[in-house]
């Protein structure tokens, strides 16, 4: 995404290097991530998510269903 971009999409208040800045500041393996959730995911009505923005309190029922929706299974255990 470019600094134009990430400005007007979140309609931002900063300045072209600054946007440059926090798009830089992205490690690139999570770059990479981001573009390959991005075409693992559903298109959802908006008027679907201006509701659950305009709720007050999050549903279990919403954290259940992003949760089932978004989240993966760890494919190995971690130790510290």
Do not use: H
């Given at each position: 995404?470019?600094?134009t971009?990430?400005?007007n999409?979140?309609?931002?208040?900063?300045?072209f290097l600054?946007?440059?800045?926090?798009i830089?500041?992205?490690?690139s393996?999570?770059k990479?991530?981001?573009r390959?959730?991005?075409?693992?995911?559903l298109?959802?009505k908006?008027?679907?998510?201006?509701?659950?923005?305009?709720t007050k309190?999050?549903?279990?029922f919403?954290?259940?269903?992003?949760?089932?929706?978004?989240?993966?299974?760890p494919?190995?255990?971690?130790?510290?």
């Amino acid at each position: 995404m470019s600094p134009t971009k990430l400005i007007n999409k979140f309609n931002l208040k900063c300045t072209f290097l600054q946007a440059y800045g926090i798009i830089c500041a992205i490690p690139s393996s999570w770059k990479s991530k981001i573009r390959e959730f991005g075409k693992r995911l559903l298109v959802v009505k908006s008027e679907n998510i201006e509701r659950l923005f305009k709720t007050k309190k999050v549903t279990s029922f919403t954290y259940d269903t992003l949760r089932k929706s978004v989240a993966t299974q760890p494919t190995r255990v971690q130790r510290k």
